[in-house]
């Protein structure tokens, strides 16, 4: 069974200084954590130099997050550059016909099958890291939030009275004559 998001590598990586571009686009449909608005696309570019393979690229796409401030969703572009470099070990075959050069990366998840690169789950993890950490809507921090100030309100009313006014309502009043 091939899977559709591998990018067979080999060639590059049997040719040192030859050259591999992709263009990419992808739903990351698999990853319930993102909502995508429009796909993830871009240009990935693999060169291998015999010890290391060299994957760089541009990508962008427009992904849903939460305000900081009063977590209504909002719509965000997200453009960033992939600047990557993994080990290669071996002789790439094209200067021993009986060897071959193999990627060995390192990685808390794996990112190959072989020498075939998993897209979707690098542009995942760099998608990630370049998400905007605190998003605002339009009123910002300083301006008054409508949602925000709806949110806290719901929120004391649902939540009604707090565990210390409870407990304050337990201790007598002082008497004022003693």
Known sequence: MRRQDLLDLNE??????????AEISTELTEE?????????????TAVSTGNLLLIHGSFRARVVVECARCTAPLEKDVVFEIDEQFPVEGIPSSF??????????????????????MVEALLRQWLIVNLPTQPLCEFGW?????????????????????????????????????
């Open 32 to 44: 319930a954590d993102l909502d995508l608005v429009s796909p993830l696309e871009g240009t990935l």
């Open 12 to 21: 590059a990586l049997q040719h040192p200084g030859r050259t591999i571009e």
């Open 96 to 117: 021993n016909p009986r060897e071959h050069a193999v990627v060995k990366a390192d990685e808390p998840y794996p990112l190959f099958e072989g020498n075939q690169l």
């Open 142 to 178: 300083d301006g008054p939030c409508p949602v925000a100030e709806a949110t806290a309100r719901r929120r004391a009313g649902q939540e009604g009275e707090t565990p210390f006014a409870a407990l304050k309502k337990l201790i007598p009043p002082e008497d004022p004559q003693s």
